[in-house]
């Protein structure tokens, strides 16, 4: 099983997971917000980053990929449902199902090549490393939004991935 990457994801979730506490509880309008810009709302980046995430490991541990899926259409995931609190409970039991998927993969098979489902030959490593900037992506977006709606996001773990080599 994978060790080391489980501090990246685990630096990576925890981040996630602290932009969500940054919404008021009492601000559930904030999570349905549309921009005129036409960039999804906090809580479909939030759901599309969940799915990101579910989509890598399930095709690299060949998991059921309705295992998360299904979840998704159901509250506090779909617009105008749950409140912070909800989100932060829905976020901390899909990165431990993650964390599960995760596991499963070892360490000797992140460079054996595969083909992925658009055909292309990649790595597992490659795909892991494709999930957390596809992550870090989503997660940028909702800072910036969190900042357009006023609140103050929380601060970037910096320190964490630069003693990680990042």
Not at 16 to 43: F, Q
Not at 76 to 97: F, K, N
Not at 128 to 152: C, F, K, P, S, V
Request: hydrophobic share 40%; net charge neutral; proline share 5%.
């Amino acid at each position: 099983m994978i060790r080391d990457g489980l501090r990246p994801f685990g630096i990576s979730t925890a981040h996630t997971r602290s932009v969500i506490a940054s919404v008021p509880e009492t601000r559930t309008d904030m999570w349905d917000k549309r921009w005129d810009y036409g960039v999804r709302s906090l809580r479909e980046q939030l759901a599309h980053l969940a799915l990101v995430r579910e989509s890598t490991l399930t095709t690299l541990t060949k998991g059921n990929p309705g295992l998360l899926a299904a979840i998704y259409g159901e509250a506090p995931w779909i617009a105008g449902t749950g409140r912070t609190s909800d989100l932060l409970l829905a976020w901390d039991l899909h990165s431990q199902t993650c964390e599960s998927l995760l596991m499963n993969i070892r360490q000797d098979q992140l460079d054996a090549p595969f083909v992925t489902g658009f055909g292309n030959v990649s790595k597992p490593a490659n795909y892991l490393r494709l999930m957390l900037l596809e992550e870090t992506h989503h997660r940028a977006q909702m800072t910036l939004q969190l900042r357009l709606l006023g609140l103050d996001p929380p601060e970037f773990p910096g320190r964490a991935w630069s003693e990680l080599g990042v």
